[in-house]
Antibody, heavy 127, light 107 residues
Framework: EVQLLESGGGLVQPGGSLRLSCAASGFTFRKYAMTWVRQAPGKGLEWVST????????YYADSVKGRFTISSDNSKNTLYLQMNILRAEDTAVYYC????????????????????WGQGTLVTVSS | DIQMTQSPSSLSASVGDRVTITCRAS??????LAWYQQKPGKVPNLLIY???TLQSGVPSRFSGSGSGTDFTLTISSLQPEDVATYYCQKYNSAPLTFGGGTKVEIK
């Protein structure tokens, strides 16, 4: 059974940093692209970032580009999201998700749906 | 970037009703479209991918159709457990944008 467990959320001041982790199990981690999706309180889903299985391709939403960095450690089966220069509008539940079977990455992007999702970790940016 | 627009943003229907949700892409995305269900307080769950392929374990009352720019999610007979917000998502290339969501309630 695929399991994804996020950690690292919490309260941080504007301008601060936080690193989220997503521990994966139940599948061959290095073979799948992984993604972060966030959901602000009472709002819809927003794609944040995706990384290819090899880690060689990374993709970001414009809203986080230059501030967030996605990475993965295939030896630890763990996905990360380093979040810097945090703003109030980054307040959200952050979910990690695995690309579904059939998803793949190519030269310029990754293509795939998200399944399954982790339980999420709440990040609150406030003074 | 391609925008994804869902309609309606909310709807109320009776148990047993046929419910249709629409998702429109601002440019063609072939069939690279997924639908998710998010029940209140829960994690999003994949319903459909490739516009019309039902994910394993999803009840057959759910179906998807469309290609190019116009897509629909249909619930053939609404059940109380279908109360949720439904999202479409394009996945042809980054950004992997979601629609704004459609909240489905029971009348």
């Amino acid at each position: 059974e695929v399991q994804l467990l996020e950690s690292g959320g919490g309260l941080v001041q504007p301008g601060g940093s936080l690193r989220l982790s997503c521990a994966a199990s139940g599948f061959t981690f290095r073979k799948y692209a992984m993604t972060w999706v966030r959901q602000a309180p009472g709002k819809g889903l927003e794609w944040v970032s995706t990384i290819s299985g090899s880690g060689g391709g990374t993709y970001y939403a414009d809203s986080v580009k230059g501030r967030f960095t996605i990475s993965s450690d295939n030896s630890k089966n763990t996905l990360y999201l380093q979040m810097n220069i945090l703003r109030a509008e980054d307040t959200a539940v952050y979910y990690c998700a695995k690309f579904g079977d059939g998803g793949y990455c190519y030269t310029d992007s990754c293509r795939g749906w998200f399944d399954p999702w982790g339980q999420g970790t709440l990040v609150t940016v406030s003074s | 970037d391609i925008q994804m627009t869902q309609s309606p943003s909310s709807l109320s229907a009776s148990v047993g009703d046929r419910v249709t949700i629409t998702c429109r892409a601002s440019q063609g995305i072939s069939n690279y479209l997924a639908w998710y269900q998010q029940k209140p307080g829960k994690v999003p769950n994949l319903l459909i991918y490739a516009a019309s392929t039902l994910q394993s374990g999803v009840p057959s009352r759910f179906s998807g159709s469309g290609s190019g720019t116009d897509f629909t999610l249909t619930i053939s007979s609404l059940q109380p457990e279908d109360v949720a917000t439904y999202y479409c998502q394009k996945y042809n290339s980054a950004p992997l944008t979601f629609g704004g969501g459609t909240k489905v309630e029971i009348k």
